[in-house]
Protein backbone atom coordinates (compact mmCIF):
# COMPACT_ATOMS: atom_id res chain seq x y z
CA UNK A 1 0.00 0.00 0.00
CA UNK A 2 1.69 3.22 -0.71
CA UNK A 3 2.21 5.50 2.00
CA UNK A 4 0.47 9.02 1.85
CA UNK A 5 2.77 11.93 0.69
CA UNK A 6 1.69 14.30 3.42
CA UNK A 7 1.17 13.43 7.14
CA UNK A 8 1.23 16.47 9.16
CA UNK A 9 1.93 15.49 12.72
CA UNK A 10 -1.08 17.10 13.65
CA UNK A 11 -2.31 16.41 17.15
CA UNK A 12 -3.69 20.01 17.92
CA UNK A 13 -5.58 19.58 14.58
CA UNK A 14 -6.75 16.05 15.66
CA UNK A 15 -8.05 17.66 18.98
CA UNK A 16 -10.00 20.22 17.19
CA UNK A 17 -11.74 18.13 14.61
CA UNK A 18 -12.74 15.91 17.14
CA UNK A 19 -13.81 18.48 18.86
CA UNK A 20 -16.03 20.04 16.26
CA UNK A 21 -17.28 16.42 14.95
CA UNK A 22 -18.48 16.27 18.72
CA UNK A 23 -20.53 19.33 18.79
CA UNK A 24 -22.34 18.16 15.35
CA UNK A 25 -22.60 14.33 16.10
CA UNK A 26 -24.29 15.71 19.84
CA UNK A 27 -26.57 18.14 18.25
CA UNK A 28 -27.74 15.20 15.54
CA UNK A 29 -29.04 12.79 17.62
CA UNK A 30 -30.67 15.01 20.00
CA UNK A 31 -32.33 16.69 16.64
CA UNK A 32 -33.51 12.54 15.67
CA UNK A 33 -34.95 12.34 19.03
CA UNK A 34 -37.00 15.38 19.09
CA UNK A 35 -38.62 15.07 15.82
CA UNK A 36 -39.25 11.40 16.30
CA UNK A 37 -41.05 11.93 19.62
CA UNK A 38 -42.83 14.76 18.88
CA UNK A 39 -44.01 13.67 15.67
CA UNK A 40 -45.12 10.41 16.92
CA UNK A 41 -47.05 12.50 19.47
CA UNK A 42 -49.07 14.19 17.19
CA UNK A 43 -49.94 10.70 15.49
CA UNK A 44 -47.79 9.83 12.83
CA UNK A 45 -47.77 5.97 11.92
CA UNK A 46 -44.73 4.29 11.79
CA UNK A 47 -44.13 4.55 7.78
CA UNK A 48 -44.86 8.81 8.33
CA UNK A 49 -42.24 8.80 10.89
CA UNK A 50 -39.90 7.13 7.96
CA UNK A 51 -40.58 9.22 5.58
CA UNK A 52 -39.27 12.13 7.74
CA UNK A 53 -35.93 10.47 7.75
CA UNK A 54 -36.08 9.10 3.96
CA UNK A 55 -34.78 12.79 2.75
CA UNK A 56 -32.13 12.86 5.15
CA UNK A 57 -30.50 9.37 4.12
CA UNK A 58 -31.08 10.18 0.60
CA UNK A 59 -29.06 12.96 1.10
CA UNK A 60 -26.48 11.27 2.65
CA UNK A 61 -26.04 9.07 -0.45
CA UNK A 62 -25.44 11.97 -2.58
CA UNK A 63 -23.18 14.03 0.05
CA UNK A 64 -21.06 10.93 0.47
CA UNK A 65 -20.75 10.78 -3.30
CA UNK A 66 -19.46 14.35 -3.73
CA UNK A 67 -18.02 14.96 -0.63
CA UNK A 68 -14.84 12.92 -0.95
CA UNK A 69 -14.18 15.10 -4.42
CA UNK A 70 -15.44 18.24 -2.83
CA UNK A 71 -13.11 17.80 -0.18
CA UNK A 72 -10.29 16.86 -2.19
CA UNK A 73 -10.99 20.25 -4.49
CA UNK A 74 -11.77 22.78 -1.74
CA UNK A 75 -9.98 21.46 1.05
CA UNK A 76 -10.85 19.00 4.75
CA UNK A 77 -11.50 22.33 6.83
CA UNK A 78 -13.74 23.78 3.79
CA UNK A 79 -16.03 20.68 4.16
CA UNK A 80 -15.98 20.69 8.03
CA UNK A 81 -17.00 24.38 8.22
CA UNK A 82 -19.85 23.92 5.67
CA UNK A 83 -21.20 20.49 7.83
CA UNK A 84 -21.77 22.99 10.82
CA UNK A 85 -22.89 25.75 9.39
CA UNK A 86 -25.59 24.13 7.12
CA UNK A 87 -26.66 22.15 10.40
CA UNK A 88 -27.02 25.70 12.03
CA UNK A 89 -28.90 26.55 9.25
CA UNK A 90 -31.32 23.26 9.82
CA UNK A 91 -32.42 23.86 13.24
CA UNK A 92 -32.98 27.64 12.23
CA UNK A 93 -35.90 26.27 9.40
CA UNK A 94 -37.12 23.49 11.80
CA UNK A 95 -37.95 26.27 14.27
CA UNK A 96 -39.97 28.12 11.96
CA UNK A 97 -42.27 24.55 11.95
CA UNK A 98 -45.75 25.92 12.35
CA UNK A 99 -48.67 23.54 14.35
CA UNK A 100 -51.33 25.15 12.18
CA UNK A 101 -50.06 23.49 8.66
CA UNK A 102 -51.69 20.24 7.23
CA UNK A 103 -50.57 16.89 8.11
CA UNK A 104 -48.86 17.00 4.35
CA UNK A 105 -47.28 20.26 4.60
CA UNK A 106 -45.67 19.59 7.50
CA UNK A 107 -44.06 16.12 6.30
CA UNK A 108 -43.08 17.92 3.41
CA UNK A 109 -40.99 20.50 5.15
CA UNK A 110 -39.68 17.87 8.04
CA UNK A 111 -38.04 16.05 5.26
CA UNK A 112 -36.73 18.66 3.47
CA UNK A 113 -34.87 20.51 6.40
CA UNK A 114 -34.08 17.00 7.55
CA UNK A 115 -32.58 16.40 4.25
CA UNK A 116 -30.20 19.45 4.82
CA UNK A 117 -28.70 18.51 8.06
CA UNK A 118 -28.16 15.04 6.34
CA UNK A 119 -26.14 16.95 3.90
CA UNK A 120 -24.48 18.84 7.14
CA UNK A 121 -23.74 15.13 8.76
CA UNK A 122 -22.50 13.57 5.87
CA UNK A 123 -19.59 16.22 4.92
CA UNK A 124 -18.69 16.25 8.78
CA UNK A 125 -18.06 12.81 9.16
CA UNK A 126 -16.29 12.52 5.56
CA UNK A 127 -13.72 15.54 6.81
CA UNK A 128 -13.58 14.24 10.17
CA UNK A 129 -12.57 10.50 9.17
CA UNK A 130 -10.51 11.45 6.34
CA UNK A 131 -7.99 13.63 8.65
CA UNK A 132 -7.27 10.75 10.57
CA UNK A 133 -5.62 8.87 7.65
CA UNK A 134 -3.47 11.92 7.17
CA UNK A 135 -2.82 12.93 11.14
CA UNK A 136 -2.19 9.65 12.33
CA UNK A 137 1.21 8.33 13.56
CA UNK A 138 2.51 5.50 11.80
CA UNK A 139 3.02 2.03 13.17
CA UNK A 140 2.22 0.04 16.51
CA UNK A 141 -1.82 0.23 15.78
CA UNK A 142 -1.82 3.90 15.30
CA UNK A 143 -4.31 4.35 12.92
CA UNK A 144 -6.79 1.77 13.71
CA UNK A 145 -6.55 3.54 17.57
CA UNK A 146 -6.64 7.02 16.37
CA UNK A 147 -10.12 5.76 14.18
CA UNK A 148 -11.47 3.85 17.22
CA UNK A 149 -10.93 6.92 19.35
CA UNK A 150 -12.49 9.37 16.81
CA UNK A 151 -15.88 6.71 16.33
CA UNK A 152 -15.94 5.50 19.22
CA UNK A 153 -15.91 9.17 21.29
CA UNK A 154 -18.90 10.20 18.43
CA UNK A 155 -20.71 7.96 19.33
CA UNK A 156 -20.75 7.99 22.78
CA UNK A 157 -21.63 11.72 22.24
CA UNK A 158 -24.43 10.78 19.79
CA UNK A 159 -25.81 8.66 22.44
CA UNK A 160 -25.61 11.38 25.08
CA UNK A 161 -27.54 13.80 22.22
CA UNK A 162 -30.77 10.83 21.93
CA UNK A 163 -31.27 11.28 25.78
CA UNK A 164 -30.95 15.61 25.41
CA UNK A 165 -33.07 15.60 22.77
CA UNK A 166 -35.84 13.61 24.70
CA UNK A 167 -35.10 15.41 27.77
CA UNK A 168 -35.25 18.67 25.90
CA UNK A 169 -38.19 18.28 24.79
CA UNK A 170 -40.16 17.46 27.84
CA UNK A 171 -38.92 20.30 29.59
CA UNK A 172 -38.84 22.85 27.19
CA UNK A 173 -40.85 21.79 24.09
CA UNK A 174 -40.03 21.84 20.30
CA UNK A 175 -39.05 24.76 18.86
CA UNK A 176 -37.18 26.51 22.41
CA UNK A 177 -35.28 23.73 22.12
CA UNK A 178 -34.45 23.58 18.57
CA UNK A 179 -33.60 26.90 18.84
CA UNK A 180 -30.96 26.42 21.95
CA UNK A 181 -28.95 23.63 19.98
CA UNK A 182 -28.32 26.26 16.55
CA UNK A 183 -27.26 29.12 19.42
CA UNK A 184 -24.96 26.77 21.10
CA UNK A 185 -23.74 25.05 17.34
CA UNK A 186 -23.20 28.71 16.07
CA UNK A 187 -20.67 29.50 18.77
CA UNK A 188 -18.40 26.42 18.47
CA UNK A 189 -18.47 26.55 14.93
CA UNK A 190 -16.40 30.46 15.45
CA UNK A 191 -14.33 29.07 18.28
CA UNK A 192 -13.33 26.05 15.61
CA UNK A 193 -12.92 28.80 13.10
CA UNK A 194 -10.84 30.82 15.73
CA UNK A 195 -8.26 28.11 16.54
CA UNK A 196 -8.13 25.36 14.15
CA UNK A 197 -4.20 24.50 13.86
CA UNK A 198 -2.73 24.45 10.15
CA UNK A 199 -1.61 20.75 8.92
CA UNK A 200 -4.45 19.53 6.93
CA UNK A 201 -4.81 19.46 3.14
CA UNK A 202 -6.21 22.93 1.38
CA UNK A 203 -7.62 20.78 -1.93
CA UNK A 204 -6.20 20.75 -5.20
CA UNK A 205 -7.80 22.08 -8.63
CA UNK A 206 -6.99 19.18 -10.79
CA UNK A 207 -9.15 16.68 -8.41
CA UNK A 208 -11.67 15.64 -10.94
CA UNK A 209 -15.24 14.04 -9.54
CA UNK A 210 -14.89 10.64 -12.00
CA UNK A 211 -12.20 9.95 -9.53
CA UNK A 212 -14.96 9.38 -6.68
CA UNK A 213 -15.68 5.62 -8.38
CA UNK A 214 -13.14 3.44 -6.58
CA UNK A 215 -11.84 0.81 -8.55
CA UNK A 216 -10.20 -1.07 -6.04
CA UNK A 217 -11.94 -4.46 -5.17
CA UNK A 218 -11.25 -3.89 -1.10
CA UNK A 219 -12.84 -0.77 -0.74
CA UNK A 220 -15.97 -2.09 -3.30
CA UNK A 221 -16.32 -4.91 -1.39
CA UNK A 222 -16.07 -3.91 2.40
CA UNK A 223 -18.08 -0.55 1.43
CA UNK A 224 -21.11 -3.31 0.46
CA UNK A 225 -20.26 -4.95 3.95
CA UNK A 226 -20.91 -1.48 5.09
CA UNK A 227 -24.26 -0.76 3.49
CA UNK A 228 -25.43 -4.48 4.53
CA UNK A 229 -24.19 -4.12 8.38
CA UNK A 230 -25.82 -0.59 9.25
CA UNK A 231 -29.10 -1.64 7.20
CA UNK A 232 -29.31 -4.21 9.83
CA UNK A 233 -29.58 -1.58 12.61
CA UNK A 234 -31.68 0.90 11.54
CA UNK A 235 -34.44 -1.52 10.61
CA UNK A 236 -35.09 -1.84 14.20
CA UNK A 237 -33.00 1.42 15.32
CA UNK A 238 -34.81 3.88 13.65
CA UNK A 239 -39.14 3.55 14.01
CA UNK A 240 -39.36 -0.59 15.53
CA UNK A 241 -37.91 -0.01 19.30
CA UNK A 242 -38.65 3.68 19.87
CA UNK A 243 -42.46 3.42 18.83
CA UNK A 244 -42.81 0.00 20.93
CA UNK A 245 -41.38 0.95 23.75
CA UNK A 246 -43.49 4.27 23.95
CA UNK A 247 -46.71 1.83 23.13
CA UNK A 248 -45.65 -0.13 26.32
CA UNK A 249 -44.45 2.50 28.35
CA UNK A 250 -47.04 5.39 27.81
CA UNK A 251 -50.21 5.44 28.79
CA UNK A 252 -51.55 8.59 26.38
CA UNK A 253 -51.59 11.25 29.24
CA UNK A 254 -48.91 14.29 29.06
CA UNK A 255 -47.32 12.75 32.17
CA UNK A 256 -47.31 9.20 30.33
CA UNK A 257 -45.42 10.76 27.63
CA UNK A 258 -42.88 12.42 29.57
CA UNK A 259 -41.92 9.64 31.44
CA UNK A 260 -41.79 7.15 27.97
CA UNK A 261 -39.40 10.33 26.35
CA UNK A 262 -37.20 9.94 29.20
CA UNK A 263 -37.09 6.11 29.57
CA UNK A 264 -36.84 5.63 25.76
CA UNK A 265 -34.42 8.64 25.49
CA UNK A 266 -32.17 6.95 28.13
CA UNK A 267 -32.23 3.68 26.59
CA UNK A 268 -31.65 5.22 23.02
CA UNK A 269 -28.28 6.83 24.69
CA UNK A 270 -27.11 3.97 26.44
CA UNK A 271 -27.29 1.91 23.66
CA UNK A 272 -25.28 4.38 21.42
CA UNK A 273 -22.92 5.11 24.46
CA UNK A 274 -22.50 1.32 24.72
CA UNK A 275 -21.68 1.50 21.51
CA UNK A 276 -19.33 4.18 21.35
CA UNK A 277 -17.50 2.92 24.52
CA UNK A 278 -16.88 -0.38 22.75
CA UNK A 279 -15.68 1.04 19.39
CA UNK A 280 -13.08 2.69 21.23
CA UNK A 281 -11.98 -0.79 22.86
CA UNK A 282 -12.29 -2.53 19.68
CA UNK A 283 -8.31 -2.40 18.79
CA UNK A 284 -7.48 -3.94 22.21
CA UNK A 285 -10.27 -6.60 22.03
CA UNK A 286 -8.77 -7.54 17.99
CA UNK A 287 -4.94 -6.80 19.25
CA UNK A 288 -4.58 -4.52 16.49
CA UNK A 289 -1.22 -3.83 17.84
CA UNK A 290 0.26 -6.57 16.75
CA UNK A 291 -2.58 -7.85 13.99
CA UNK A 292 -2.30 -8.04 10.50
CA UNK A 293 -4.55 -6.59 7.56
CA UNK A 294 -5.81 -9.79 7.03
CA UNK A 295 -6.06 -11.32 10.27
CA UNK A 296 -8.21 -8.38 11.45
CA UNK A 297 -9.96 -8.91 7.92
CA UNK A 298 -10.71 -12.38 8.98
CA UNK A 299 -11.90 -11.30 12.73
CA UNK A 300 -14.38 -9.08 10.81
CA UNK A 301 -16.20 -11.80 9.05
CA UNK A 302 -16.33 -13.81 12.45
CA UNK A 303 -17.91 -10.69 14.38
CA UNK A 304 -20.84 -9.88 11.55
CA UNK A 305 -21.35 -13.58 11.35
CA UNK A 306 -22.43 -13.70 15.23
CA UNK A 307 -24.39 -10.56 14.97
CA UNK A 308 -26.67 -12.29 12.24
CA UNK A 309 -27.67 -14.83 15.44
CA UNK A 310 -28.59 -12.07 17.70
CA UNK A 311 -31.65 -10.49 15.95
CA UNK A 312 -33.04 -13.94 14.83
CA UNK A 313 -33.29 -14.73 18.34
CA UNK A 314 -35.16 -11.31 19.48
CA UNK A 315 -37.28 -12.13 16.91
CA UNK A 316 -38.47 -15.38 17.98
CA UNK A 317 -38.78 -14.11 21.74
CA UNK A 318 -41.23 -11.49 20.94
CA UNK A 319 -42.82 -13.52 18.89
CA UNK A 320 -43.13 -16.62 20.97
CA UNK A 321 -44.41 -13.22 23.65
CA UNK A 322 -42.27 -14.45 26.58
CA UNK A 323 -42.43 -13.66 29.85
CA UNK A 324 -40.49 -10.70 30.77
CA UNK A 325 -39.88 -9.75 27.12
CA UNK A 326 -39.06 -6.16 27.16
CA UNK A 327 -36.20 -6.93 30.01
CA UNK A 328 -35.08 -9.46 27.31
CA UNK A 329 -35.06 -7.17 24.37
CA UNK A 330 -32.81 -4.44 26.04
CA UNK A 331 -30.37 -7.04 26.69
CA UNK A 332 -30.28 -8.85 23.51
CA UNK A 333 -29.92 -5.35 21.99
CA UNK A 334 -26.88 -4.06 24.20
CA UNK A 335 -25.09 -7.29 23.19
CA UNK A 336 -25.85 -6.60 19.54
CA UNK A 337 -25.10 -3.02 20.16
CA UNK A 338 -21.40 -4.82 21.63
CA UNK A 339 -21.39 -7.30 18.30
CA UNK A 340 -21.86 -4.30 15.86
CA UNK A 341 -19.43 -1.74 17.49
CA UNK A 342 -16.59 -3.95 16.60
CA UNK A 343 -17.95 -4.57 13.33
CA UNK A 344 -18.19 -0.90 12.68
CA UNK A 345 -14.56 0.24 14.22
CA UNK A 346 -12.89 -2.97 12.29
CA UNK A 347 -15.19 -1.01 8.98
CA UNK A 348 -13.56 2.19 10.02
CA UNK A 349 -10.03 1.42 10.30
CA UNK A 350 -10.12 -0.97 7.44
CA UNK A 351 -11.61 1.70 4.78
CA UNK A 352 -8.48 3.78 6.10
CA UNK A 353 -5.77 0.72 5.81
CA UNK A 354 -7.00 -0.04 2.01
CA UNK A 355 -6.85 3.63 0.51
CA UNK A 356 -3.99 5.64 0.19
CA UNK A 357 -3.12 9.56 1.01
CA UNK A 358 -3.75 10.67 -2.36
CA UNK A 359 -7.56 8.84 -2.82
CA UNK A 360 -8.02 8.83 1.19
CA UNK A 361 -11.08 11.62 0.43
CA UNK A 362 -12.29 9.78 -2.25
CA UNK A 363 -12.60 6.50 -0.83
CA UNK A 364 -13.52 7.51 2.44
CA UNK A 365 -16.52 9.70 0.75
CA UNK A 366 -17.99 6.53 -1.79
CA UNK A 367 -17.21 3.93 1.54
CA UNK A 368 -19.81 6.50 3.82
CA UNK A 369 -21.85 6.66 0.88
CA UNK A 370 -22.73 3.17 1.26
CA UNK A 371 -22.68 3.54 4.86
CA UNK A 372 -25.47 5.86 4.18
CA UNK A 373 -27.33 3.59 1.30
CA UNK A 374 -27.43 1.04 4.00
CA UNK A 375 -29.38 3.61 6.65
CA UNK A 376 -31.83 4.97 4.08
CA UNK A 377 -32.55 0.77 3.25
CA UNK A 378 -32.89 0.60 6.74
CA UNK A 379 -34.93 2.83 7.48
CA UNK A 380 -37.64 2.88 5.04
CA UNK A 381 -37.53 -0.70 5.75
CA UNK A 382 -37.90 0.21 9.71
CA UNK A 383 -40.92 1.55 9.21
CA UNK A 384 -42.66 -0.44 6.45
CA UNK A 385 -41.85 -3.97 8.61
CA UNK A 386 -42.84 -2.81 11.62
CA UNK A 387 -46.30 -1.40 10.18
CA UNK A 388 -46.62 -4.92 8.14
CA UNK A 389 -45.57 -7.20 11.17
CA UNK A 390 -44.57 -5.62 13.98
CA UNK A 391 -40.96 -5.89 15.88
CA UNK A 392 -41.19 -9.25 14.84
CA UNK A 393 -40.72 -8.94 11.01
CA UNK A 394 -38.37 -5.30 11.87
CA UNK A 395 -35.75 -7.68 14.09
CA UNK A 396 -36.25 -11.17 11.23
CA UNK A 397 -35.37 -7.93 8.47
CA UNK A 398 -32.30 -6.98 10.56
CA UNK A 399 -31.39 -10.72 10.54
CA UNK A 400 -31.36 -11.09 6.84
CA UNK A 401 -29.46 -7.79 6.42
CA UNK A 402 -26.56 -9.11 8.44
CA UNK A 403 -26.04 -12.21 6.83
CA UNK A 404 -25.87 -10.32 3.68
CA UNK A 405 -23.45 -8.30 5.36
CA UNK A 406 -21.41 -11.57 6.52
CA UNK A 407 -21.26 -12.99 2.64
CA UNK A 408 -20.11 -9.54 1.78
CA UNK A 409 -17.22 -9.19 4.05
CA UNK A 410 -15.88 -12.73 3.15
CA UNK A 411 -15.55 -12.03 -0.19
CA UNK A 412 -12.49 -9.53 1.20
CA UNK A 413 -10.92 -12.97 2.68
CA UNK A 414 -9.28 -13.77 -0.86
CA UNK A 415 -8.79 -9.88 -1.86
CA UNK A 416 -6.73 -8.96 1.21
CA UNK A 417 -4.70 -12.19 1.70
CA UNK A 418 -3.42 -11.81 -1.80
CA UNK A 419 -3.04 -7.74 -1.60
CA UNK A 420 -1.71 -7.62 2.40
CA UNK A 421 0.07 -10.93 2.71
CA UNK A 422 0.50 -11.61 6.41
Not at 13 to 41: E, K, P
Request: net charge positive; glycine share 10%.
Amino acid sequence: MTAAPHRPEGLAAYITVTAAYWAFMLTDGALRMLVLLHFHTLGFSPVQLAYLFILYEVMGVVTNLSAGWLAARFGLTSTLYAGLGLQIIALIALAQLDPTWSLTTSVVFVMVVQGLSGVAKDLAKMSAKSAVKLLAPEGEGGLFKWVAVLTGSKNAVKGLGFLLGAVILAVWGFQASVWVMAAVLAVILVGVIAFMPPGLPQGKKSAKFSHVFSKDQNVNRLSLARMFLFGARDVWFVVGIPIYFYAVLSDGSEEGNRAAFFIIGTFMAAWIILYGFVQGLAPKLLKAKTATTPEITRKAILWVAVLTLIPLALAAAVYANLPGLTPILVAGLLVFGFVFAVNSSVHSYLILAFTTGERVTMDVGFYYMSNAAGRLIGTLLSGLSYQLGGLPLCLLTAALMAAASTLAANRLRSVTANTYPA
